[in-house]
């Protein structure tokens, strides 16, 4: 068990009836606010109208990007730096899903910089410093709201690059489930894929478990598992949608971590299929997951996959582990694709093999992708060719 | 399901290799620094050197407290308060379990205060303003290490009271689980008994609940059950002392409670028992718990109690749920009286009814408990008696 450092200063607002207390928190940061946004949802939903008499009735002064696209692009990110460069931004106000968010993360951490943001995302410059970020989030999935990373897009260069600073953790987040009551059946679906496969990315881990973070991450999953049917189908639960919102942010804010060093498998092959496909993240990782876990479920990780199958899908714990184990990835499917409804397959997305080979070899960068089993540039081919 | 707020910025550092941050850290809020701590089992352990050592190292000055009790007395928070006053301190170190913890928090708020400590307990008095608190824990058991509260004792009045406020938050916990290695077996039994009874207290609640919070309770309860035994007989087994430490800030920090606002009710009726016979709080709690689980079980509460035979200790779902609800309490009376090995009745600790009166009065403060079912004085007597 390794050591670790819990610290996530971000302060939350869950609930319908707190945005009363956005003009206060963001008065603490400064007076000039930009609103980032993305296609105008928030607009149809009415949040953008409660959002800007909120800023107004605490008389701070209003920028907008709008715009942003979801896997939202580099160009996004240097075009909110300019405007925070030239109109003195205080303080950053993203509205909308994990894509504004991130979004916005890298705007803030851009105006600090003289050069093209795409240069932080490959690490040719360093983060220094970051605005001062707040979020309203619109959609339950990638808890950008909560943690201090995002992934941008470089439609020129066919690229999709994660990267994660502490200084562009959010100050403070407000969580109305609410606000996810106009999602579609389909965003729903796509969103819990992504909160799954994040906890999932952590869970499975051979040798630094900490089993009090595996109960807490296996009732995460179960949450999942229970509500994202009922939001689907009742897309006003407020019940399902709260706990969708707070577990998907609960996946990725470090509580489950507890000192794992794993590197992150299913993510970054998927960020190479949606650089170039420009597909919904859930909906590839979804696809992904089931076949990466056939791809490494062997005798030495069994014992992890039992564990899955018992704790989180209620098998019997009596039977074989191995059995077990190939039963838990076909109730992960089942879940994906019949409950869910998802897609199962890259050909039914117009996905063939034309590019396996050059996003194989960008997944890995040319090494091996350390993971819970280790991943080649043909390991990776052969989950693609799997996933046809 | 209520709104809430979640904020919890403390910085946890956790391991085994973390003490060459204190300094560091300490430095961050001035250079006098504080240390209290208990009967001296610090110095023992080596602890105290170590701590001194990095204290040294930073170029801090270092002055001290000592002798703060088990169920801390409001005679060494006036005096710590005294020492703060005198020697302008600007940072309190507590090293060792809740009661030195707590009894911090209140030397903190105390030294703005011109008065008697006694009247911020008894809310004569306001909390202004707190001292910065960086703490070294050595015990799992009451949480304090990462929550605003704390509980003192006025041996003249024979009084203990609980009181929290945000200002006495920690800044910086450090949770090393070799801290805990020489905790008696007979300790560790009533510091996870504590531990239980947090969580008991905000899972046991019938209409404000979020299921994905439930499973959280549920992971933390099972971790105590599955590791207290295994620290019991292997003091030196690091992962069940690192899986008991950390649920044990969880059990309390707020991260299960999410907006439930429910009184708790074994820990104002405990505190009533050792105000007077000074017993460990975790030992009252054991005897107190299953009664008034016993107590509370009816037809309007046996959903819950059938959750946790099912979801804690694995009880068959297809059973009556009123034999999962009796079974459930029998099952954690074993746990308590069998597996940890704690007496289970106020007789074998020579508490007779002469204060059940009086205590239950205290309790309840004249009104009536407002806690999971409402408790009067006559009922909180009727569980009194059968502790006996």
């Not at 000039?32 to 605490?58: C, F, N, P, Q, W």
């Not at 597909?279 to 997951?289: D, K, V």
Request: glycine share 8%.
């Amino acid at each position: 068990m390794n050591d670790f450092i819990y610290d996530v200063p971000v302060k939350v607002y869950f609930g319908k009836d707190q945005l009363g207390n956005l003009g206060e928190e963001l008065k603490k940061y400064g007076k000039r606010v930009l609103l980032t946004y993305g296609g105008g949802s928030i607009k149809k939903i009415g949040l953008y109208d409660k959002v800007v008499a909120e800023i107004k009735k605490a008389g701070l002064e209003l920028f907008e990007l709008s715009g942003i696209e979801p896997n939202p692009r580099v160009t996004s990110v240097n075009k909110g730096a300019e405007i925070c460069k030239k109109e003195k931004i205080d303080v950053l106000l993203a509205v909308g899903g994990g894509s504004t968010i991130d979004a916005t993360k890298f705007i803030g951490a851009a105006t600090f910089y003289e050069g093209d943001a795409w240069d932080i995302l490959t690490e040719k410059a360093q983060v220094t410093n970051c605005l001062p970020i707040v979020t309203v989030l619109t959609l339950a999935a990638t808890g950008s709201e909560m943690d201090p990373g995002g992934v941008i897009s470089n439609l020129e260069t066919k690229d999709k690059i994660g990267y994660m600073h502490p200084l562009m953790l959010p100050k403070v987040s407000f969580l109305d489930p609410t606000n996810t009551f106009t999602v579609s059946e389909y965003q729903t679906a796509c969103g819990s894929a992504d909160i799954m496969s994040h906890i999932i990315e952590v869970y499975f881990n051979m040798n630094q478990d900490m089993y009090m973070l595996d109960c807490v991450a296996e009732g995460l999953m179960k949450t999942v598992i229970k509500y994202t049917p009922i939001a689907m189908k009742e897309p006003e639960n407020y019940e399902a949608r709260a706990n969708l919102m707070w577990a998907s942010s609960w996946a990725i804010n470090g509580f489950i971590d507890g000192g794992k060093r794993q590197a992150w498998s299913c993510h970054p092959i998927e960020h190479e299929v949606s650089a170039i496909y420009d597909i919904t993240h859930g909906l590839g990782l979804a696809i992904l997951t089931p076949r990466w876990m056939q791809y490494t479920l062997d005798e030495t990780t069994v014992s992890k996959f039992y564990q899955f199958g018992c704790n989180v899908f209620g098998i019997d714990k009596d039977m074989e582990p191995m059995a077990v184990a190939k039963k838990s990835i076909e109730m992960l499917s089942d879940f994906f694709f019949n409950t869910l409804g998802l897609k199962s397959t890259f050909t039914e997305i117009d996905i063939d093999d034309t590019n396996f080979s050059i996003m194989a070899e960008k997944a890995c960068r040319g090494r091996v992708l350390p993971g819970f089993k280790r991943l080649n540039q043909q390991d990776i081919e052969n989950i693609f060719k799997m996933c046809l």
